[in-house]
């Protein structure tokens, strides 16, 4: 999803906000993305690529500040759907945010209780509306119950009717995808796969197409089976500019690069 979305925000001028509790802290987070950007990991060279370098850092500073808002609760605050909402509603008249990712849907708290396919629901007919609403794409990562183990050892291709908690992923989704590992072993996958399970408008895609990619561990990017890995980074058309407005940044504060290998 990470590497999809900042081709978005380069290849159509787009601006992008990331809720993603998984990837603190920020500062980390902030790296992981620049390895993506570049194609070259940030901490040490690695398989003959070269990691990143100071003035890159810069470069994607600049770059960042411009394209990228992370999202987290300040302190005393509970990531609940409302809080989220509320957010997302101020990136976007604040600082003209059009792409929202959401990684992963149990990170985020319900602000009542009752039976938790009923709360799902609602919070997905809310996203959709949302979406629509503002005119914006929102990315939602999800994951399946325990899946099943074929007679081969592989394990079953999860829909979107695995999803835990509800049947209205599948059910309220637009255009719904699985992101599939087959492994060699425990350790090591031998592919991933991209599988279309639900595309509302044919136009859009075939439901049940995939398609192959393998994992660049240098980069943290994926590329297409059966061709070679390009380490190009991204082809920007000019040299990024700075905001005019003041953004949130993980920059900001010198101490957070105290320890940066540089």
Known sequence: TDWYVLNLLEDHNMKASWFSPEHHPLELHQSNLMQKFYGKPFFNSMDGVDRITRPE?????????????LTAPEQNESPTWNWLFEK?????????IDVFVIDAFNKVLFDKTGEN????????TKLTSFAQQNNVIIF????????KKK????YEVPNLYDVSGS?????QTHDGFCIYRVFEDEQNAAETKFINLKTKFSFQGEIGAERGFNYHVPSGRYYAKGTHYNTDYL???EQPKQMEIETKSV?????DFEDCPF
């Not at 007679?151 to 592989?154: A, F, K, M, P, V």
């Not at 049947?167 to 059910?171: E, I, K, L, Q, V």
């Not at 920059?251 to 101490?255: A, F, G, L, R, V």
Request: no cysteine; proline share 2%; aromatic share 14%.
């Open 88 to 96: 997302f509603k101020e990136q976007i008249y604040g600082y003209g």
């Open 167 to 171: 049947a209205d992923f599948r059910n």
């Open 140 to 147: 939602l990562v999800a994951h399946p119950t325990k899946m």
């Open 235 to 237: 082809n920007r058309k």
């Open 57 to 69: 850092i810069e470069q994607y500073k600049q770059w960042a500040n411009e394209k990228i808002y």
């Open 251 to 255: 920059w900001d504060k010198s101490e």
């Open 117 to 124: 396919r009923h709360l799902i629901s609602e919070v997905l």
């Open 151 to 154: 007679d081969d050892g592989l």
